[in-house]
């Protein structure tokens, strides 16, 4: 079983510790303030292959490389007017930019999965931090099997990796509670290729710029069958719930009440108070409560389309999608 340090209560101890698994080319579980990540050295071959390996994660999908700061960052990947902006105005933070590699940057091919762009992110307090320690990036998925939902806590991580690494770093709940926004600048316009825990409303309040969605992942909405399965519970995920079936599980927000929900085997409301933000952070942790309660159903009322609500309905969409 993994060893756990608390950051809190021994952040020293957890510096040396990663420090000493990293160098070994060995993945270790890190705390972000999105979601928990798998993370190890960008730029050594075996230690990525490992966090494939660990993932059971198809290897043509790209990882994004967590840097300590703007100016790190800036020796890995070229920098336009605009995606620098974006990184000043929301680094550190929830934010990936989808940057051209540099010439000669030490990151290894297979955390960019051989294309000429990677994926860059400054997450917020600790990672950070020991990012700036290690002096390396970091290529970090969200730490839990491929296809299953995300971890917001040491605990999410050690039920699903436990086995299978070595050091799982604790730093409590994940605040944020939804993976980096991820966003590509193209010809000076802000594309959104996933929603995240930077709400567009947020980038297009400090831009003045329009943030436009990817033609597709309209498509994937208007057709639900095509969406890809993630983020899967063992249960069934039934979305826009007005009416609740004897002994399903029933995800709510703003204390909404569907018909037949005094039936539901639990009720887990995302925020009483109607706050999206609160609504992201108990999201991964309420789907898999209401799995673990052994209900084969889950049922989840309507979530706002605004602010944060982007994120969690982009992952209840995949959450309730066709399993393979
Ligand atoms: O909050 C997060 O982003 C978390 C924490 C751990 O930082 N990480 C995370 O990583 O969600 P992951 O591997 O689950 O998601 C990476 C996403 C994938 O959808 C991948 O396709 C996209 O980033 N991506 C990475 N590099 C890319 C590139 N060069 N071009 C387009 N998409 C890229
Ligand atoms: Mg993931």
Excluded at 236 to 249: C, E, I, M, N, S
Aim: net charge negative.
């Amino acid at each position: 079983m993994a060893r756990q340090i608390s950051i809190d209560s021994d952040r020293q101890a957890a510096i040396d510790a990663a420090i000493a698994e990293l160098s070994a080319g060995m993945p270790i579980a890190l705390p972000t303030e999105t979601v928990y990540g798998l993370a190890a050295d960008a730029t050594n071959p075996a230690a990525i292959t490992r966090i494939y390996e660990t993932k059971g994660r198809p290897r043509f999908n790209p990882l994004i490389c967590h840097m300590a700061d703007l100016e790190m960052a800036e020796r890995y990947a070229v920098f336009d007017p605009l995606s620098r902006r974006l990184a000043e105005l929301f680094w550190p933070g929830p934010l990936t930019l989808i940057l051209p590699l540099k010439q000669g940057s030490a990151i290894h091919p297979l955390a960019s999965a051989g294309l000429d762009t990677v994926g860059i992110r400054v997450p917020r307090g600790f990672a950070a931090k020991l990012i700036g320690v290690f002096d390396r990036p970091l290529a970090a998925p969200s730490a839990n099997t491929s296809g299953k939902i995300s971890p917001t806590s040491a605990a999410h991580v050690a039920a699903d990796l436990g086995e299978r690494i070595g050091l799982i770093l604790d730093g409590g709940a994940s605040p944020v509670g939804v993976e980096s926004t991820i966003l590509k600048v193209e010809d000076g316009t802000i594309r959104m290729l996933r929603p995240g825990g930077l709400s567009a409303e947020e980038i297009e309040a400090a831009t003045g710029l329009a943030v436009i969605r990817p033609v597709d992942s309209h498509a994937t909405i208007e057709a639900p069958g095509m969406l890809a399965s993630h983020y899967a519970p063992e249960a069934t995920v039934r979305l826009d719930a007005v009416h609740v079936h004897p002994g399903d599980a029933l995800i709510t927000f703003a204390g909404m009440q569907p018909t037949g929900f005094e039936a539901a085997r639990l009720v887990l409301d995302l925020s009483p108070a109607g706050d999206l933000s609160e609504a992201a952070a108990n999201l991964f942790d309420y789907l898999k409560t209401a799995d673990a309660s052994g209900t084969g159903r889950i049922a989840v009322t309507p979530i706002p389309q605004t602010g944060l609500g982007e994120a969690i309905n982009d992952r209840l969409q995949r959450a309730a999608a066709p399993r393979p």
